[in-house]
């Protein structure tokens, strides 16, 4: 009964920091509008801040420890904690494929989950994919721009990096959908999130090395990046012209 009782307040209070970060975001974004400013990132002066905040911690803290991670664990345990992960992510994305309504994506990507945690040493090994079975990744933000949902403005989440309000919006929703948080034990649920974190970082690490060395403006850089994939990854790879890049007295028409 306590563990329900916690679980509901954790969750109510997810929702309620999450209404709050949106007001903020929504009332900051009309006040940093202006005629120089990015359509799609009005928020540019905040989001550069909330960047360099993520740069010093990543810098001093995050980086240092990824690389040690890197450093220490042999590439076959890290291949294994990449397919830990992923394994459990495509059972989440069985479900938002599903809210898409793309039945082969759905039944592969809980065949992928079923195959591998059964066969796989609970998804340390890939299985799957050696029977040659698509991974689909969907997640909730992807599936609300699925149904039309615009991405609206480009934000920068402290710590969390580069995201849009759509999929801001969409983070409360895939928590819940992440076995990791849905386990009881804290000391466990802490210790795998980290562990996911670290090996996510340290598979980052030659990225971020070439962008600190090629790019100008590694900011620009990054959310060009970041807004480029992840409208693709919302349109399968497909996606369609952009209203930007038409003239204003044509009309929009929608391939969705």
């Known amino acids: 009964m306590t563990d329900m009782k916690n679980d509901s307040t954790r969750a109510r209070l997810t929702w309620r920091a999450g209404g709050m970060a949106l007001s903020a975001m929504l009332t900051l974004t009309g006040c940093a509008t202006g005629p120089n400013a990015n359509p799609k990132d009005p928020m ?69 989950f079923g195959i591998n945690t059964v066969f796989g040493l609970a998804g340390v090994l890939d299985i799957a994919t050696e029977m040659r079975i698509a991974r689909h990744t969907e997640d909730f933000g992807q599936t609300l721009g699925y149904w039309g949902i615009g991405a609206g403005p480009y934000v920068v989440l402290p710590l969390l990096g580069p995201s849009t309000l759509r999929d801001t919006a969409a983070l409360s929703v895939d928590a819940q959908g992440n076995l990791v948080s849905q386990t009881s034990d804290v000391p466990t649920r802490n210790s795998a999130t980290t562990l996911n974190l670290l090996n996510r970082r340290s598979r980052l690490l030659d990225a971020t090395k070439m962008l600190d060395e090629v790019a100008l403006d590694p900011y620009t850089f990054t959310r060009d990046a970041f807004l480029q994939r992840r409208r693709s990854a919302v349109y399968d790879g497909n996606p369609p012209d952009e209203p930007q890049d038409m003239p204003l007295d044509d009309p929009i028409q929608s391939t969705k």
């Open 44 to 112: 540019e002066p905040l989001n550069r801040g909330v960047y360099q905040f993520n740069d010093a911690v990543d810098r001093a803290l995050v980086k240092p420890v990824a690389s040690a991670y890197r450093d220490v664990l042999p590439l076959p345990v890290r291949t294994g904690v990449t397919h830990f992960f992923a394994n459990l992510q495509d059972a989440w994305s069985g479900v938002n494929n599903a809210l898409q309504l793309k039945p082969v994506e759905t039944a592969e990507s809980f065949l992928r």
